[in-house]
C-alpha cells in the first residue's frame, strides 16, 4: 500500500507522527511524507522518505508571520481562535493543495494521513477520491476553530467545484487520536471514526540515578521567549536542585546570562533521554513535552503561551497531574513556589502516573498501521 503523509512545518505537528510512519514503513508499506521543506530533516532523520510541499523559505514565514504579528495583541487564550483558521487555514492551505493534488496524480496513494492542522488533504482527497485519516498533534480542535476554517477555505473548495465539507474535511476517513482521555477537554461530538494511538514511545520502568533531584525546563521551539525563560529559570535555580534548560532553536543559550552550578543550559537535547532522568517538568505544555513527560509519570508545570497549549494545561490540571501558571500569573517566586510543590506533593505524582498508565494502554503505532492497512 502506498500511504502519503501531509503535515504542516512546526516540530510539534511532524514529531507526533513519526511513530505511526516508521510503523508503516516496517511493515512493508510505501510511505512519502509531503511537508515544507525546512522541516524535511526531522522526517528523513527518522528514515523516511519525503518531498517538499506547500509555502516555504520567506513565503512561509511571511504567510505565518503576517497572521502571527496581528495574533500578538490578543490574549493567549483568544490567540488559538484567531491563527488557526487564518494561518492553517486560509494562508497555508492552498499552496499545500497544490503541490498535494499534482503528488496524488504522479505518486497515485492509496490513503493520506494528515497532520490535524494540514487542511489541504481532505480537499484533495475529495477531488481525487482517496480516504483521507486526521492526525491529531494534541487535544482534539475545537468545533467552532475548524467551522471558521470551512468558511475560510470555501472559495478554495469552490474552485475545485466543491462545496467546503464540514470541518473544514477532516475525519473524512477517521481520526487518530493521540490524546490520552483524562486529559480531553472540550466538545468531541464532532470527531468521527475516533481510533485512539499511542502518542509516545512507552518508557521502561527503571530507577532514576541517586542524588538530587533533576528539573527539565523547556519553552518549545515555536512560541520560547527569552525573557519568559529567563525568570523560569530563576525561580527554578533558587531551589536544591539540579537543573537542565533546552532553549531551543531560536534563543541563544548566552542569552539567559551566566548560571550557577546546578542549572545546565543548552540548545538542544535528547528529550527521551533527558525524561528517563527527570523529576519534575517545566514548559510550556506543548504537546511532546507534556505528552512525554507524562508517559514518564513526571508531574508538570505548565506555562501555556498559545496554540493548543492551554487545552494541555487545562486537562493536565483537570487529570490532578500538573500544574499550571498562566502568562500574567508567570514569576520567579510563583515558579519557584509551583516546583517546591510538585516535588512534593504524592498527588501530584500520582495523578502523573495515572495518566502514564494511561498512555501505556492506548494502542501501539504498529497495530494502529495494521488496523488502517487492512480498512483499505
Given at each position: ?37 525546512a ?61 498535494l ?46 467551522e ?63 542524588g ?45 546570562g ?25 514548559s ?21 503561551q ?71
Amino acid at each position: 500500500m502506498r500511504v502519503l503523509f501531509s503535515s504542516t512545518s512546526g516540530h510539534g505537528h511532524v514529531i507526533p507522527m513519526l511513530q505511526l510512519g516508521r510503523a508503516f514503513r516496517q511493515a512493508g508499506h510505501e510511505l512519502l511524507w509531503a511537508l515544507s521543506a525546512a522541516s524535511m530533516p526531522l522526517v528523513t532523520d527518522a528514515g523516511l522518505d519525503a518531498v517538499p510541499a506547500g509555502a516555504h523559505g520567506d513565503d512561509e514565514r511571511a504567510l505565518r508571520g503576517a497572521v502571527l504579528s496581528q495574533a500578538q495583541q490578543l490574549p493567549g487564550e483568544e490567540r488559538p481562535f484567531f491563527v488557526f483558521p487564518r494561518m492553517f487555514g486560509e494562508a497555508l492551505t492552498p499552496p499545500m493543495a497544490a503541490d498535494l493534488l499534482e503528488l496524488a496524480d504522479t505518486w497515485q496513494p492509496d490513503l493520506i494521513v494528515h497532520d490535524q492542522a494540514e487542511l489541504a488533504a481532505p480537499l484533495v482527497g475529495e477531488v481525487r477520491g482517496i480516504p483521507t485519516v486526521t492526525h491529531s498533534f494534541g487535544t482534539a480542535v475545537p468545533p467552532s476553530i475548524l467551522e471558521e476554517t470551512a468558511t475560510r477555505l470555501a472559495g478554495l473548495w469552490h474552485s475545485h467545484g466543491l462545496e467546503v465539507l464540514p470541518y473544514a474535511g477532516c475525519y473524512r476517513s477517521g481520526y487518530l487520536d493521540i490524546c490520552p482521555p483524562s486529559l480531553q477537554g472540550g466538545p468531541l461530538g464532532h470527531l468521527t471514526g475516533v481510533q485512539r494511538l499511542r502518542p509516545v514511545t512507552v518508557p521502561g520502568r527503571g530507577s532514576r540515578p541517586p542524588g538530587d533531584p533533576l528539573v527539565y525546563v523547556t519553552m518549545g521551539t515555536a512560541h520560547n521567549d527569552a525573557a519568559v525563560l529567563r525568570e523560569v529559570v530563576d525561580g527554578v535555580a533558587r531551589l536544591p536542585v539540579r537543573v537542565l534548560v533546552a532553549v531551543g532553536p531560536r534563543i541563544d543559550p548566552a542569552a539567559l546570562g551566566s548560571q550557577p552550578a546546578h542549572v545546565r543550559v543548552e540548545a538542544w537535547v535528547d528529550q527521551l533521554e533527558v525524561l528517563s532522568r527527570t523529576a519534575v517538568v517545566v514548559s510550556h505544555g506543548g504537546s511532546g513535552t507534556f505528552f512525554g513527560g507524562l508517559a514518564h509519570g513526571l508531574p508538570q508545570l505548565c506555562l501555556p503561551q498559545a496554540a493548543d497549549q492551554f487545552r494541555n494545561a487545562e486537562g493536565g490540571t483537570r487529570a490532578g497531574a500538573s500544574l499550571a501558571l498562566r502568562p500574567g500569573e508567570v514569576s520567579a517566586e510563583s515558579v519557584r513556589e509551583a516546583v517546591e510543590r510538585l516535588l512534593a506533593d504524592p498527588d501530584l505524582r500520582a495523578g502523573a502516573q495515572r495518566v502514564a498508565a494511561e498512555i501505556a494502554a492506548m494502542p501501539s503505532p504498529e497495530s494502529v498501521a495494521s488496523l488502517l492497512a487492512s480498512q483499505r
